[in-house]
């Protein structure tokens, strides 16, 4: 079985700060894992993901995850915070390299402070 | 390329009608999944279509159904609706095993 908690409903940082949204998953197979970010309105972006190379992944506009096997976390995180970074963000797992079913977290809304 | 595109946009139905919503997948891409997205909550998948037969589904009843068609677009079928039924469905295509390509989504309200 596989399941996605995020830790955090909300977080709200100041523009120019560092954003670090936390995600933990469980999964009895190798995993694969994604970010995906959701505007008001539209759909779902895919900002990054994780399929069993490189354990710190780089994905559009700055944002970054590491990938901790140990920890079984996939904390998504920015250097710099801008207004624009404001929206749902969605930590998702599947299973690795199959390209079936998404398992979604429960969301983490972020707010950016001007 | 046009995206994964959906229709209709918003549709608002009476409890016990059916339901029919549209996807058309991004170029390339042979394999449609269907979410739903209740308000404030991730999405939960629905099933999935690949060569026009349904590849793996979760945990929805039969009333539920889907299709897919030999250009790859898929439609959704929810029959027998009830209130809790109202939310976002969102169509995802892909080239297995490749990522998924969401599209805008459909709200869908039963009143």
């Known amino acids: 079985a596989q399941s996605v908690t995020q830790l955090d409903s909300h977080v709200s940082v100041s523009e120019g700060t560092p954003v670090l949204l936390r995600c933990n998953y469980s999964?009895?197979?190798?995993?694969?894992l994604f970010w995906y970010v959701q505007h008001p309105n539209k759909g779902l972006q895919l900002l990054l993901k994780y399929t069993s190379a490189a354990t710190l992944v780089k994905g559009i506009n700055g944002f970054e995850a590491e990938f901790k096997k140990s920890e079984t976390s996939f904390h998504l995180t920015k250097p710099s915070a801008h207004m624009s970074d404001a929206a749902e963000y969605f930590c998702v797992v599947s299973k690795n390299n199959q390209g079936g079913k998404l398992i979604f977290g429960q969301g983490t809304e972020l707010s950016v402070k001007p | 390329d046009a995206g994964v595109t959906q229709s209709p946009t918003h549709l608002i139905k009476t409890r016990g009608q059916q339901v029919t919503l549209r996807c058309s997948p991004k170029s390339g891409h042979d394999t449609v999944s269907w979410y739903q997205q209740a308000l404030g909550q991730g999405p939960q998948f629905i099933f999935q279509?690949?060569?026009?037969?349904?590849?793996q589904r979760g945990n929805f009843p039969d009333r539920f159904s889907g299709h897919q068609f030999p250009n790859y677009s898929s439609e959704l079928n929810v029959n027998a609706l009830l209130l809790g039924d109202s939310a976002l469905y969102l169509c995802a295509s892909s080239a297995v095993p490749y990522e998924q390509y969401f599209g805008p989504g459909t709200r869908l309200t039963v009143t």
């Open positions: 999964s009895s197979y190798s995993p694969s």
């Open positions: 279509y690949y060569e026009e037969e349904e590849r």
